[in-house]
T-cell receptor
């Protein structure tokens, strides 16, 4: 299994809603990432989990809350988002060892905040 | 910090070769990657090259690396309409960091 899966594929939420994005991989990777991508832009790193511990938080607002329940799963909990948070949210994973360590990306969740 | 630059657009005719260029500033780069992103999809790793190589070929794809000039290119032979996508160059430096730096992406448009 060389796939990263993400659910849901699309999500529309109001500014008062609470929702969660989910990501799963079964490649035995020990690093998992959340990226935010706006149209026609490169992905922007949000969070990195390494061996199930949060290792990087790129000064992301607290309305985004990551969680790594185990080595295969990564969640992103959303609360009180703003319309400017609308974007494609990408999850990725990698081995977290060795210098090559390429990232494998999921298909993304297209989030719209009304 | 590291910087990765790419031209924003490239338009080619079907059957021609496409060459997408990338420059980077980190002289300690170890691996350089090319990712493809189709509309509405995630990033797909196309190929990578280690910094001590100057060329890598994989079917229709040829990657050339000029380490002295910090210039990377991706050549797609016999470009097809299905190759239309955004292509991201990314580099990873030394020092054990596994976070790549992405370029802004080149939008490749293939005309029939």
């Amino acid at each position: 299994d060389t796939e990263v899966t993400q659910t849901p594929k699309h999500l529309v939420m109001g500014m008062t809603n609470k929702k969660s994005l989910k990501c799963e991989q079964h490649m035995g990777h020990r690093a998992m990432y959340w990226y935010k991508q706006k149209a026609k832009k490169p992905p922007e790193l949000m969070f990195v989990y390494s061996y199930e511990k949060l290792s990087i938080n790129e000064s992301v607002p607290s309305r985004f809350s990551p969680e790594c329940p185990n080595s295969s799963l990564l969640n992103l909990h959303l609360h009180a988002l703003q319309p400017e948070d609308s974007a494609l949210y990408l999850c990725a994973s990698s081995q977290a060892q060795g210098s090559r360590d390429e990232q494998f990306f999921g298909p993304g969740t297209r989030l719209t905040v009304l | 910090g590291e910087d990765v630059e790419q031209s924003l657009f490239l338009s080619v005719r079907e059957g021609d070769s496409s060459v997408i260029n990338c420059t980077y500033t980190d002289s300690s780069s170890t691996y350089l990657y090319w990712y493809k992103q189709e509309p509405g999809a995630g990033l797909q790793l196309l190929t990578y090259i280690f910094s001590n190589m100057d060329m890598k070929q994989d079917q229709r794809l040829t990657v050339l690396l000029n380490k002295k000039d910090k210039h990377l290119s991706l050549r797609i032979a016999d470009t097809q309409t299905g190759d239309s996508a955004i292509y991201f160059c990314a580099e990873k430096g030394a020092g054990g960091s596994y976070i790549p730096t992405f370029g802004r992406g080149t939008s490749l448009i293939v005309h029939p």
